[in-house]
């Protein structure tokens, strides 16, 4: 019998709560605090409920370095505004840097260029104050913008922590963006230095990004020094006389990490800017905080990914979206990280799991959309792969099926935790993810990550229980953005956030919450199906539609019509040598009736060659529904934004065609 949605998968041994981080975090409770939590979710029920307390101890608990201390743990418990640990100054980078373990490995790394090697931490230490002081001695201060399109390569981390070593404002696309794309970002924040390459390698195709370097720097007039890797082509010539190579910036005698000065900065001072996905305007600079995100780092990396100096964190990623940011958060801990960077399904879809052995993973991380593949090719790591070493799996970027919990039990390993874990850029963290003293179940999203105080709302404001709401936080946590750059009088930062309800965060995600505390993401709130007042979350769509044989990808659209119609058409990539014929319709059909309810079936299925999606692997929803009422293509959606923009001429043309739409369904 297939797995179902709740089904019990895995119940942590005895001796694997007993020695859980989070474990060891209640016991020190309970001796230094005199606080005794039976089990994680009465934790959880404290860390919400008494949220100062919980950050104090959090702060207490990791021996959070300042320079001066802080006033109070917060000040202000309004959203916007809260203001945590006044009068502490912190440094970011520090708190990165300080597990290190002198001789062992710090980062594994891999790419289509350069074969698999490591350094350690002696080595990225050296290289991260040595880098530091460079930029110091070309005038970066506290608060200027360091910008980056370096790809997933250790010279990635070391600019991060260099620049924000020295309390430079860092931020990052990757080299796959286009030009346009960057510099809608990076126009925003005005950077005063731009780390770049001469190009990469993906799916063994080489793309030179020479030429984007000229357009970004006409773009970009405040860049006043270029830090420059030859990725591709090995010893070009100097592109622009703004360019120092990157070889050239680090032969300067070594500075060793023990006689660099970090640059505490105050806690509330601006660590980066990340970015929305800017499929539908302008994408939000969203700034984040040193201390924020250093609470937030040690709290999710020790708790709820259950890290430590042994562990070895790998998560699939590029450095334009915030998982590259989790992953250099692993550093945090003492762990090993482990950065790939081309194209994981060549030269065969196996490559991940042939690293994750290599380098000793401990922690496997990749979207459920790149497990799907590996399902839908029925690869099956265990037999050829040792994953002894793996203990833990973290699924993010999309909502994962039972179906991706149970292939993980069944073709990698029995004494398996897996997690899936959600949140966003907005924060670089999560609200709901991971426990390793909580047992797995087939689908679902383990708990309340600790002081996320979240819940489902209906549209009245009122909490709900194993019913679909809004995703809502309903106290302040650190790493919320400080604001949006450039965003004057928080404008924009209140309207993505709390115009619907005041005073709380509404994330903008489907969500449910069943009564034992599992969590449940079921799309973004703003795709949302709304078929006759009953609200439908496109990922329930998917996992029905998706699992119906022939069909290898799909996209669902409701749209409403004048008169209180609306027409809900369901868009299908038929499999390799499949038709869209009358019988794949019909079992489309029938499993949306059965699995779903007569409400989760389609007005009218069509044929299509792909499905658009962001370039951190979301479907674009919102972008076609906007073009299928008629709305301007360039007005909703950057392609330059896409991982396939050819995908979206198909719905333009249906649009132009098919304007009547109730005569099309």
């Given at each position: 019998?297939a797995?179902?949605?709740?089904?019990?998968?895995?119940?942590?041994?005895?001796?694997?709560?007993?020695?859980?981080?989070?474990?060891?975090?209640?016991?020190?409770?309970?001796?230094?605090?005199?606080?005794?939590?039976?089990?994680?979710?009465?934790?959880?029920?404290?860390?919400?409920d008494?949220v100062?307390?919980?950050?104090?101890?959090?702060w207490?608990?990791?021996?959070?370095?300042?320079?001066?201390?802080?006033?109070?743990?917060?000040?202000?418990?309004?959203?916007?505004?809260?203001?945590?640990?006044?009068?502490?100054?912190?440094?970011?980078?520090?708190?990165?840097?300080?597990?290190?373990?002198?001789?062992?490995?710090a980062?594994?790394?891999?790419?289509?260029?350069?074969?698999?090697?490591?350094?350690?931490?002696?080595?990225?230490?050296?290289?991260?104050?040595?880098?530091?002081?460079?930029?110091?001695?070309?005038?970066?201060?506290?608060?200027?913008?360091?910008?980056?399109?370096?790809?997933?390569?250790?010279?990635?981390?070391?600019?991060?922590?260099?620049?924000?070593?020295i309390?430079?404002?860092?931020?990052?696309?990757?080299?796959?963006?286009?030009?346009?794309?960057?510099?809608?970002?990076?126009?925003?924040?005005?950077?005063?230095?731009l780390?770049?390459?001469?190009?990469?390698?993906?799916?063994?195709?080489?793309?030179?990004?020479?030429?984007?370097?000229?357009?970004?720097?006409?773009?970009?007039?405040?860049v006043?020094?270029?830090?420059f890797?030859?990725?591709?082509?090995?010893?070009?010539p100097?592109?622009?006389?703004?360019?120092?190579?990157?070889?050239?910036?680090?032969d300067?005698?070594?500075?060793?990490?023990?006689?660099?000065?970090?640059?505490?900065?105050?806690?509330?001072h601006?660590?980066?800017?990340?970015?929305?996905?800017?499929?539908?305007?302008?994408?939000?600079?969203?700034?984040?905080?040193?201390g924020?995100?250093?609470?937030?780092?040690?709290?999710?990396?020790?708790?709820?990914?259950?890290?430590?100096?042994?562990?070895?964190?790998?998560?699939?990623?590029?450095?334009?979206?915030?998982?590259?940011?989790?992953?250099?958060?692993?550093?945090?801990?003492?762990?090993?990280i482990?950065?790939?960077?081309g194209?994981?399904?060549?030269?065969?879809?196996?490559?991940?799991?042939?690293?994750?052995?290599?380098?000793?993973?401990?922690?496997?991380?990749?979207?459920?959309?790149?497990?799907?593949?590996?399902?839908?090719?029925?690869?099956?790591?265990?037999?050829?792969?040792?994953?002894?070493?793996?203990?833990?799996?973290l699924?993010?970027?999309?909502?994962?099926?039972?179906?991706t919990?149970?292939?993980?039990?069944?073709?990698?390993?029995?004494?398996?935790?897996?997690?899936?874990?959600?949140g966003?850029?907005?924060?670089?963290?999560?609200?709901?993810?991971?426990?390793?003293?909580?047992?797995?179940?087939?689908?679902?999203?383990?708990?309340?990550?600790?002081?996320?105080?979240v819940?489902?709302?209906?549209?009245?404001?009122?909490?709900?229980?194993?019913?679909?709401?809004?995703?809502?936080?309903?106290?302040?946590?650190?790493?919320?953005?400080?604001?949006?750059?450039?965003?004057?009088?928080?404008?924009?930062?209140?309207?993505?956030?709390f115009?619907?309800?005041?005073?709380?965060?509404?994330?903008?995600?489907?969500?449910?919450?069943?009564?034992?505390?599992?969590?449940?993401?079921?799309?973004?709130?703003?795709?949302?199906?709304?078929?006759?007042?009953?609200?439908?979350g496109?990922?329930?769509?998917?996992?029905?539609?998706?699992?119906?044989?022939?069909?290898?990808?799909?996209?669902?659209?409701?749209?409403?019509?004048?008169?209180g119609?609306?027409?809900?058409?369901?868009?299908?990539?038929?499999?390799?040598?499949?038709?869209?014929?009358?019988?794949?319709?019909?079992?489309?059909?029938?499993?949306?009736?059965?699995?779903?309810?007569?409400?989760?079936?389609?007005?009218?299925?069509?044929?299509?060659?792909?499905?658009?999606?962001?370039?951190?692997?979301?479907?674009?929803?919102?972008?076609?529904?906007?073009?299928?009422?008629?709305?301007?293509?360039?007005?909703?959606?950057?392609?330059?934004?896409?991982?396939?923009?050819?995908?979206?001429?198909?719905?333009?043309?249906?649009?132009?065609?098919?304007?009547?739409?109730?005569?099309?369904?």
């Amino acid at each position: 019998m297939a797995v179902q949605e709740g089904d019990l998968l895995w119940t942590p041994r005895p001796d694997y709560v007993k020695q859980a981080q989070v474990t060891r975090f209640m016991d020190w409770l309970r001796q230094r605090k005199g606080l005794d939590f039976a089990d994680y979710p009465t934790l959880w029920q404290w860390s919400v409920d008494c949220v100062e307390d919980f950050w104090g101890a959090v702060w207490e608990y990791f021996e959070v370095e300042s320079s001066t201390p802080y006033e109070c743990v917060l000040r202000n418990r309004t959203m916007p505004g809260a203001e945590w640990f006044p009068g502490a100054r912190v440094n970011f980078a520090r708190h990165m840097l300080r597990k290190r373990r002198p001789g062992k490995v710090a980062i594994h790394h891999q790419s289509e260029l350069r074969p698999l090697a490591a350094t350690t931490w002696n080595d990225l230490c050296d290289q991260v104050a040595t880098l530091a002081e460079a930029l110091r001695d070309m005038g970066v201060r506290p608060g200027d913008r360091v910008a980056s399109t370096l790809p997933n390569v250790p010279e990635s981390v070391v600019a991060m922590l260099a620049s924000t070593a020295i309390g430079a404002v860092w931020s990052s696309c990757s080299p796959d963006f286009g030009s346009r794309s960057i510099l809608d970002r990076f126009q925003q924040i005005q950077p005063k230095v731009l780390f770049a390459v001469d190009g990469y390698r993906f799916g063994d195709k080489d793309f030179d990004r020479r030429g984007e370097l000229h357009t970004l720097l006409e773009g970009l007039p405040t860049v006043e020094q270029v830090i420059f890797l030859p990725e591709l082509f090995g010893d070009p010539p100097r592109p622009t006389p703004k360019t120092r190579f990157w070889n050239e910036v680090m032969d300067r005698p070594r500075v060793s990490i023990e006689d660099f000065r970090f640059e505490d900065v105050p806690f509330a001072h601006p660590l980066w800017v990340l970015y929305s996905s800017g499929t539908t305007g302008l994408p939000k600079a969203i700034t984040q905080s040193h201390g924020g995100i250093t609470l937030e780092f040690l709290k999710i990396m020790t708790f709820h990914m259950n890290l430590d100096p042994e562990s070895v964190l790998f998560f699939y990623t590029t450095t334009g979206w915030m998982m590259f940011n989790i992953v250099v958060a692993g550093l945090c801990t003492g762990s090993a990280i482990v950065l790939y960077d081309g194209n994981p399904l060549i030269p065969e879809i196996e490559k991940l799991w042939q690293l994750a052995e290599a380098t000793g993973v401990t922690m496997f991380g990749a979207s459920p959309t790149f497990v799907g593949l590996m399902v839908k090719q029925e690869v099956r790591p265990a037999r050829k792969y040792d994953v002894s070493r793996l203990k833990g799996v973290l699924l993010g970027g999309s909502p994962a099926t039972p179906e991706t919990f149970e292939w993980f039990y069944k073709e990698v390993k029995a004494d398996l935790w897996v997690t899936s874990q959600s949140g966003g850029t907005d924060i670089c963290s999560g609200f709901v993810g991971a426990s390793p003293t909580l047992p797995v179940y087939a689908g679902e999203i383990q708990t309340r990550l600790l002081g996320a105080d979240v819940h489902a709302f209906d549209d009245a404001g009122q909490p709900l229980i194993d019913a679909v709401g809004e995703l809502v936080v309903c106290k302040p946590m650190p790493s919320m953005p400080i604001y949006f750059w450039g965003d004057m009088e928080n404008r924009r930062y209140m309207e993505s956030y709390f115009d619907v309800y005041p005073g709380k965060w509404r994330h903008g995600d489907f969500f449910k919450l069943n009564r034992r505390g599992g969590c449940f993401i079921l799309g973004r709130s703003d795709s949302t199906l709304n078929r006759a007042g009953v609200r439908i979350g496109t990922a329930e769509i998917y996992r029905i539609v998706e699992n119906v044989a022939g069909v290898q990808d799909s996209l669902i659209i409701n749209l409403d019509l004048p008169g209180g119609r609306f027409f809900m058409p369901l868009f299908v990539v038929p499999k390799p040598g499949q038709a869209l014929d009358a019988d794949l319709q019909r079992r489309v059909c029938e499993a949306l009736k059965t699995q779903g309810s007569p409400r989760h079936v389609p007005d009218k299925i069509y044929a299509i060659e792909a499905v658009p999606y962001t370039l951190t692997g979301k479907k674009l929803e919102v972008p076609v529904r906007k073009i299928l009422l008629g709305q301007p293509a360039e007005k909703v959606v950057s392609r330059d934004a896409m991982a396939n923009p050819g995908a979206l001429d198909y719905f333009i043309r249906f649009a132009e065609e098919s304007a009547d739409y109730s005569r099309a369904g």
